[in-house]
């Protein structure tokens, strides 16, 4: 069975870096992607980040671009979300997400797992 559960989520001003991690158990060959997503009350969830479990694929949504990086760690079953440059649109609720197919990454239907979330709110 997978199970994620996300931590660093934290209160930061504007400008200010972030790391989240997503701890990853039960990770295995039918697992293609893992994502990071984000929720604010009253809005859809939206896709962040995106790393392929088999290679080096890594998507990001336009807003994130140039500051966030998602990446993998093997030997502690993390993936893990550096969060730069914060802006106060990025306060939000951040999900780690898991699916065992390769489709259009930033659909949150899609996706098989998810975590509780962690709470990053970033003030002006």
């Known amino acids: 069975q997978v199970q994620l559960v996300e931590s660093g989520g934290d209160s930061v001003q504007a400008g200010g870096s972030l790391n989240l991690s997503c701890a990853a158990s039960g990770i295995n060959s039918g697992i293609k992607l893992i994502g990071w997503f984000r929720q604010v009350p009253g809005k859809e969830r939206e896709g962040v980040a995106v790393?392929?479990?088999?290679?080096?694929?890594?998507a990001y949504a336009d807003s994130v671009k140039g500051r966030f990086t998602i990446s993998r760690d093997t030997t502690k079953n993390t993936v893990n979300l550096e969060m730069n440059a914060l802006k106060p649109e990025d306060t939000a609720v951040y999900y780690c997400?898991?699916?065992?197919?390769?489709?259009?990454?930033?659909?949150?239907?899609?996706?098989?797992?998810w975590g509780q979330g962690t709470q990053v709110t970033v003030s002006s």
């Open positions: 997400a898991a699916r065992g197919d390769y489709g259009a990454w930033n659909v949150p239907s899609a996706y098989n797992y």
């Open positions: 790393i392929g479990t088999s290679y080096g694929f890594t």
